[in-house]
């Protein structure tokens, strides 16, 4: 399969007399993805546009001498991937860290696994006492021992290095004694609003796993800027990375505003290959910080401020996704009618989405179980109160335990769900406990919002996935867990609408379906 990447689609299906080509495709399998473009053989290239498409005759009366003609054969042609949500920094920063990932993306599958990893990296870089020592990507819902590592576990490997290690899903970590120590928690620090700190039973003492803002307790975790001399050489790898998989549009949704401003530098230093669509996250943003933020619509080498981003809730891989009625398993020590928990509070979050809408500015907020899912919408409910729905595509990032009912809201209130649909078959399996066999099976409820004709996109988080277009189309499609379980298969796409999802779907999401998404 190829990838036309790097286009502009404001393409013109007429020929005209002063026209000629760059490149010519031609080929049986060229996928427009445009229900009003069908039975293209041919499109031509000029430059960076897209300036015709049709049958090969009609289109290779644009070739010149030095016209390129390429025959696909039986390759097809597709519109460039476009990534509807993802941390694109976090991807380029999380290669300076230890990568604790399970199978089919590494190799940890026990706690002695982390151990020794850790171990091993503090001997070979010969790490002074002192120096934090941070990894990335256990699962503790795929380790042999099925639990967390603790802060006994991790002292194992060291107890004169702190120590963190952040969870899978990106809402989690666990840290060593050293860590408690130099930051000083210890059992008579609370939690923060939006976060827990796990415990021993019979002492109260924290046991090492952060949740949620808990994790901002210490100083050092995956969110800690990158050194300038660092900074532009492993985002230019990400970009590549991302290029890789042919994906023409990246998201850094979520953003701090240094390294947005760092962006800004190294595209003006030499643009990037691939745009670049960053959405500063803006929980703790005061009312002046966020007035301060202008959406841009355009492009500036390669780089774009797209809106802003909120999260008002954890991740259900982590059972801390907020619901509206009590998990079927929770975390170790939870009540029978535990429900996990805002990380963001309604009254703070409401008038600055009221605020966000009536200025125009796009919004993306992470909302993963439906009772965050009902947050969303009520804010924007009441926001929009007596007012005409304006054109305002507010995105719900990843919408994983969305309700039939809220389907109904959402497309009144015009929100576009970004499904997470990666999760059937990385987590799947563990989902089905958390949450029993009905509400697993509506995850990531893609096949009914296409059912019900409400725009949707579908992604895979990288870095908490990697950013692999056409295995996320393989998961949405088929719905298989690790164990070769259909999770819902009632809610699979066909390949037409997952390939939809992550082209035109996605430009529509960034309002962007005028120039991308499609060939045409």
Do not use: C
């Not at 399970?102 to 870089?125: H, W």
């Not at 860590?179 to 827990?196: F, H, M, Q, R």
Request: net charge negative.
């Amino acid at each position: 399969m190829l990838i036309a990447s790097g286009l502009e689609l404001e393409a013109k299906s007429s020929i005209t007399g002063d026209q000629s080509a760059d490149v010519i495709f031609i080929g049986d399998h060229i996928i427009t993805v445009d229900s009003a473009s069908v039975d293209v053989t041919a499109v031509a290239v000029a430059g960076q546009e897209i300036i015709a498409t049709g049958s090969a005759e009609e289109i290779l009366k644009l070739k010149k001498s030095s016209t390129r003609v390429i025959e696909l054969g039986e390759n097809a042609l597709v519109p460039g991937f476009i990534d509807a949500h993802g941390h694109m920094t976090a991807v380029a920063k999380l290669t300076e860290v230890i990568d604790l990932a399970p199978p089919p993306v590494g190799y940890v599958e026990s706690i002695n696994d982390i151990v020794a990893l850790v171990e091993s990296t503090i001997e070979q870089q010969q790490l002074a006492p002192g120096t934090w020592v941070l990894g990335f990507g256990y699962d503790d819902s795929l380790l042999k021992e099925r639990r967390h590592p603790n802060r006994n576990d991790l002292d194992q490997a060291s107890l004169d290095h702190p120590i963190m290690l952040t969870h899978a899903s990106g809402h989690l970590a666990t840290v060593n004694s050293a860590a408690l120590k130099e930051s000083n928690i210890d059992k008579y620090t609370k939690n923060p609003p939006g976060g827990v700190i796990r415990r021993i039973s019979d002492t109260g003492e924290p046991n090492g796993v952060m949740e949620e803002t808990a994790m901002g307790l210490f100083p050092r975790n995956m969110l800690t800027p990158i050194e300038d001399s660092k900074f532009e050489n492993l985002v230019r790898q990400a970009i590549q990375r991302y290029v890789s998989y042919g994906i023409t549009t990246i998201q850094d949704g979520g953003a701090n505003m240094p390294d947005i401003e760092k962006l800004r530098v190294v595209a003006k230093n030499k643009p990037y290959i691939a745009d670049v669509v960053v959405f500063p996250w803006s929980n703790y943003f005061d009312d002046n910080q966020l007035l301060s933020i202008e959406a841009e619509s355009s492009y500036t080498d390669g780089l774009r401020l797209g809106g802003v981003k909120f999260g008002l809730d954890g991740s259900p891989q982590g059972r801390t996704a907020f619901l509206s009625e009590p998990y079927n398993e929770g975390p170790p020590g939870t009540a029978s009618d535990y429900r996990a928990y805002p990380i963001f509070p309604a009254e703070q979050f409401n008038p600055k989405m009221a605020q966000l809408l009536e200025r125009g500015t796009p919004t993306l907020v992470h909302a993963n179980g439906d009772g965050a899912i009902d947050m969303l919408i009520d804010g924007v409910a009441a926001a929009l109160k007596n007012k005409e729905i304006s054109d305002h595509r507010t995105v719900i990032i990843h919408a994983q335990l969305m309700r039939r009912d809220q389907l109904k809201q959402t497309k009144k209130l015009g929100l576009i769900p970004s499904y997470y649909s990666a999760h059937p078959f990385f987590w799947g399996d563990w989902h089905r406990r958390s949450f029993g066999e009905e509400r697993a099976a509506f995850i990531s409820p893609a096949a009914e919002t296409a059912r019900m004709q409400i725009p949707f996109t579908i992604h895979n988080d990288a870095p908490i996935v990697p950013p692999d277009m056409m295995r996320l189309m393989w998961v949405a499609v088929n719905r298989k867990t690790r164990s070769d379980f259909v999770l819902g298969p009632d809610q699979r796409l066909t390949p037409m609408q997952a390939l939809h999802a992550i082209t035109l779907g996605a430009a529509y999401q960034y309002f962007e379906e005028d120039k991308k998404g499609s060939i045409t």
